[in-house]
């Protein structure tokens, strides 16, 4: 929360960081298309067990 629309509106900073997540996530699969065999492996490093 660094700004104060964020501290105002603690869902739409929510909605963006899920958004963020979302694309990292889409990266990862974008990758483990070119490296079949480490695409799992790569998905799962790069994802926070934690929401």
């Known amino acids: 929360a660094q700004t104060l629309d964020e501290i105002?509106?603690?869902g739409r900073a929510i909605a963006r960081?899920?958004?963020a997540d979302?694309?990292?996530r889409q990266r990862?699969?974008?990758d483990g298309?070119?490296?079949r065999e480490f695409g799992r492996?790569?998905?799962c490093a790069g994802?926070?067990?934690a929401r």
């Open 8 to 10: 105002a509106s603690p």
């Open 17 to 19: 960081s899920r958004t």
């Open 22 to 24: 979302a694309g990292a």
């Open 28 to 30: 990862a699969r974008a």
């Open 33 to 35: 298309a070119q490296h």
């Open 41 to 43: 492996l790569r998905r």
């Open 47 to 49: 994802r926070k067990p």
